[in-house]
């Protein structure tokens, strides 16, 4: 059937829908990857580290305890108190079990929040670079994406005033990602603050503060905008296991929120997909309970993997660098290149940028147009070192 046949049979909302650019990305190598040809993948935020024993070992006896029948649509309790506590010694948060909400993923526990609360014609302010997404979750919604800019110059941050010349009488929603994907960068505690101290003049904004990478960070001190005493009630905290514990694939993710909204994402997720998988919740237990240090090994080797890709690519003329304070991800400013063509390949902006990579040094990454930012793309050093050295000789020997 033809596509535009198809598309027919489809709504709009459906048609008019991006597809997600770093999965598109990871689609499109791997269809490379199964024509033989020999693709590094640099393209997805997916730690390499295999699980942690301890958590594995929680799972195992979770099954051997016959965990294997539907789970609470919020999760179950002795998981929820975990998270509760894991919010109370890492965060200064102190969220009952009533305001705590599970999830498929903390991208679930995002998209029921925007829907619960994002009308048609409502604006969600969003700091780019911001995860690619947010401004999809809200345009299903029939709201509006406004964006504000920054770039290389400003390590990919905005300040309270630049946020506020953007907010209207239809501001609903900030959405808020420190540490960053795709930049890396982390919003100090003064500057959220000052965000915050702005916010006071703005009541019926609400801010959700996306705090995944919490624990991939390197020397600044993780901060949590709910901790604001002002912000409290209108923040909604989102985490999840994926990210700092190598749990990508066991789609656990929480929110901590304000009683009344905690009880509307509960609604929404009974009619999707309700409980989470029940024995990687268990799983989640042990993993939020166990002692930060646990996993610390893997923070440091990403610190590593950081200097090293920095080094590498500082020696490829045209990739402008900072510096970044989290996460696992380089963000280089390619527009050095915009213009020009290389080896019979035109370049007119970051997207032909990375087919290029793709297509020629067989090196998968993500255009930074995804992200609010068309000048960058995005690298994931969430790879071995010999892969990430590999890739960038491929890169350099291209140019």
Same mark, same amino acid.
């Given at each position: ?167 209207? &009488?239809?501001? $609903?929603?900030? +959405? %808020? *990602?420190?540490?960053? @994907?795709?930049? /890396?960068?982390?919003? =100090? ?113 990403? &610190?590593?993997? $950081?200097?090293? +890709? %920095? *080094?590498?690519?500082? @020696?490829?003329? /045209?990739?402008?660098? =900072? ?77």
């Amino acid at each position: 059937m033809k596509t535009s046949l198809m598309n027919k049979f489809l709504t709009d909302k459906v048609n008019n829908l991006a597809a997600s650019a770093t999965l598109a990305m990871a689609a499109k190598a791997r269809e490379l990857k199964s024509k033989g040809i020999d693709i590094i993948g640099l393209s997805l935020g997916e730690p390499d580290f295999n699980i942690p024993d301890f958590i594995k070992q929680a799972a195992v006896k979770a099954i051997n305890d016959n965990y294997n029948s539907y789970t609470p649509v919020d999760g179950y309790l002795d998981l929820k108190e975990a998270i509760s506590r894991k919010f109370l010694r890492d965060n200064k948060l102190s969220y009952s079990t009533n305001q705590i909400v599970v999830s498929t993923g903390a991208k679930q526990s995002i998209a029921n929040v925007v829907e619960a609360m994002i009308s048609p014609g409502d604006e969600v302010i969003l700091l780019a670079p911001f995860w690619v997404s947010y401004s999809a979750m809200i345009k299903i919604c029939g709201g509006v994406p406004v964006v504000v800019k920054s770039d290389i110059g400003s390590n990919f941050k905005v300040t309270a005033s630049e946020i506020e010349y953007h907010i209207t &009488s239809k501001t $609903k929603m900030i +959405i %808020i *990602n420190s540490p960053n @994907n795709p930049s /890396g960068s982390v919003y =100090n505690e003064i500057e959220l603050r000052e965000i915050g101290k702005m916010l006071e003049n703005y009541p019926e904004i609400f801010i959700l503060s996306d705090e995944i990478y919490e624990h991939i960070n390197y020397g600044l001190e993780h901060f949590s905008f709910a901790s604001i005493r002002e912000m409290y009630n209108r923040t909604i905290t989102v985490n999840g296991v994926a990210k700092a514990f190598a749990m990508t694939g066991w789609r656990i993710g929480y929110l901590g929120a304000p009683e009344w909204l905690a009880k509307a994402c509960v609604k929404l997720q009974g009619q999707s997909t309700s409980g989470a998988n029940c024995i990687a919740q268990k799983a989640t237990i042990a993993a939020l309970d166990a002692n930060i240090d646990r996993i610390k090994y893997m923070i440091d080797e990403f &610190s590593q993997r $950081k200097k090293m +890709i %920095i *080094n590498l690519l500082s @020696n490829i003329k /045209g990739f402008k660098l =900072n510096n970044p304070d989290g996460a696992f991800y380089i963000f280089p400013d390619i527009s050095y290149f915009f213009g020009k063509t290389i080896n019979g390949f035109e370049i007119k902006n970051s997207t032909d940028f990375s087919l290029f990579l793709l297509e020629k040094a067989h090196v998968a990454t993500v255009t930074g147009e995804a992200f609010g930012a068309p000048n960058n793309i995005r690298i994931s050093y969430a790879a071995s070192r010999e892969n990430i050295k590999e890739a960038i000789d491929r890169i350099k020997s291209v140019f």
